[in-house]
């Protein structure tokens, strides 16, 4: 391909996918890399009809007519495609046919599910920041106060010390305000982030996992799948922070198999390198960093799902809420984000952190 054709190709928001007269895929620009969340080197091992539903008979049909010479082209609307299991994405396409020294297709993808999911994270992220800085607010206007009462207990309590009935209030109190004083700082979070060091996501993860196992010696035995790629680069890490970031989702996978009480519960974790412009916050990044964390539990339930990263929000009777809006602000401040997908057997949470090009190389193809 001409480096000029390619540079256009590649600037394109569009997903664009290129094949030969077999249908084999021949080449895969960046936005349509995002799209399936696959390498273009693993594109170009697919016929475009291993990435259709076999049941859209009348489109496959279409497909194979575009192929002749002379053909017209056509689009489909609301089209599914199944790249991977459990992955379905739903687009309109655009399909043209080309000649020259090979024969082929041209084929456009508009994911109707990926622009929606992108707007419905987009507001999700504006009204977690809306809460999260209504919240911390509210945690400022108490923490002062809260000095204030346990000053006021303790002058009481040495000044009528001796009276033990009143000793047992004032300790009731004191003891209150630390508790309140705790939850506060844990709604403001770190107030001096520690300053970030090179260090590979595996470490923070089998850190994470010792802690885990020792935790769960006495407990109900959870099968933990490692399925690392181990080309992945050290990246710029709070270290200590991602740490609590990487520890409190596997602690909320933890608890949801213990209370659901599931056969044969298990975690997998599983880290990839995702090539091609991934959008992040809405910014563009030249490649990511992607963290899976699924469990075999029961779901998230349905009416906390799109409020999951706001601080307080748990379905837990004895849960604080504020494991995952910690865990997201911390990730926010490496400019990445978490993602969440969840049905009845399946809850996964992605934690996806940009990659700078430079720590790739020799793996761009």
Same mark, same amino acid.
Request: hydrophobic share 40%; no cysteine; glycine share 8%.
């Given at each position: 391909m001409q480096a000029d054709a390619k540079a256009v190709l590649e600037s394109l928001a569009t997903a664009v996918l290129l094949t030969d007269h077999t249908l084999k895929i021949v080449y895969a620009n960046s936005a349509a890399e995002q799209l399936f969340s696959m390498s273009r080197s693993k594109l170009t091992a697919y016929k475009l009809t291993d990435l259709l539903d076999k049941g859209q008979k009348s489109l496959l049909e279409s497909i194979q007519l575009a192929l002749k010479p002379h053909a017209q082209g056509f689009n489909a609307s609301s089209i599914e495609i199944i790249p991977e299991p459990h992955q379905s994405i739903r687009t309109d396409i655009y399909v043209s046919h080309y000649s020259g020294k090979g024969r082929g297709l041209i084929v456009e993808f508009r994911a109707l599910d990926y622009q929606q999911k992108i707007n419905q994270e987009m507001a999700r992220r504006s009204q977690h920041? /809306?809460? +999260?800085? *209504? $919240?911390?607010? *509210? /945690?400022? @206007? $108490?923490?002062?106060?809260?000095?204030?009462? +346990?000053? /006021? /207990?303790?002058?009481? @309590?040495?000044? !009528?010390?001796?009276? @033990?009935?009143? #000793?047992? !209030? #004032?300790?009731? $109190? $004191? @003891?209150?305000?630390? +508790?309140?004083?705790?939850?506060?700082?844990? *709604?403001?979070? =770190?107030? +001096? =982030?520690? =300053?970030? #060091? *090179?260090c590979n996501i595996h470490y923070v993860i089998e850190k994470v996992l010792s802690l885990e196992n020792m935790a769960l010696k006495t407990q109900m035995p959870i099968r933990f799948i490692k399925d690392y790629d181990p080309s992945i680069p050290e990246i710029m890490l709070d270290v200590d922070a991602m740490q609590q970031a990487v520890l409190n989702i596997i602690s909320n996978a933890v608890h949801a198999l213990s209370e659901a009480h599931i056969h044969h519960p298990q975690i997998t974790i599983q880290t990839r390198a995702q090539l091609g412009s991934r959008l992040i916050n809405g910014i563009k990044y030249p490649s990511a960093l992607i963290t899976s964390i699924t469990d075999n539990g029961p779901g998230i339930p349905e009416n906390i799902r799109e409020t999951l990263f706001y601080p307080m929000v748990t379905s837990r009777p004895d849960g604080s809420g504020l494991g995952l809006s910690i865990a997201q602000s911390i990730v926010e401040r490496h400019n990445g984000l978490i993602e969440c997908d969840s049905e009845p057997g399946r809850t996964v949470f992605r934690i996806v952190l940009p990659l700078r090009k430079e720590n790739l190389k020799g793996r761009e193809d």
């Open positions: 920041l /809306a809460a +999260r800085d *209504l $919240i911390r607010s *509210l /945690a400022h @206007e $108490i923490k002062n106060p809260l000095g204030g009462i +346990r000053g /006021a /207990a303790q002058l009481l @309590e040495m000044t !009528y010390g001796r009276q @033990e009935h009143l #000793t047992d !209030y #004032t300790q009731v $109190i $004191i @003891e209150q305000a630390d +508790r309140l004083k705790s939850l506060v700082d844990r *709604l403001l979070g =770190p107030q +001096r =982030p520690n =300053p970030l #060091t *090179l």
